[in-house]
Nanobody, 120 residues
């Protein structure tokens, strides 16, 4: 059974940094792409950063130059390094995986979500 296990998050002051980790548990064939989404209270879930297996990255405009996504395929782990955090970054952050579970079988997976709070 494939699951995405998140860690990191917590409380940080404005201008501070946090790192989120997402590890794929279970046997898979390959990773197509991994991404981080976030959802603030009363808001829709939005994509924050995405990386594909080739290393190509995409970022939401308001986090570009502050957040960095990386992918260690051997460890089946995606990281999101968040620097210069702002109060508006406060949200529940979700890991997303576009994963090939076995040859010819693709599926999407979501992590359980981790809270990021930016406050003084």
């Amino acid at each position: 059974q494939v699951q995405l296990v998140e860690s990191g998050g917590g409380l940080v002051q404005p201008g501070g940094s946090l790192s989120l980790s997402c590890t794929i548990s279970g046997n898979i064939f390959s990773i197509t792409a991994m991404a981080w989404y976030r959802q603030a209270p009363g808001q829709q879930r939005e994509m924050v950063a995405r990386i594909n297996s080739g290393g190509r990255t995409d970022y939401a405009g308001d986090v570009k130059d502050r957040f960095t996504i990386s992918l260690d395929i051997a460890k089946k782990t995606a990281l999101l390094q968040m620097d210069r955090l702002k109060s508006e970054d406060k949200a529940v952050y979700y890991c997303f995986g576009d994963i090939r579970v076995r040859p010819g079988m693709f599926d999407d997976f979501w992590g359980q979500g981790t809270q990021v709070t930016v406050s003084s």
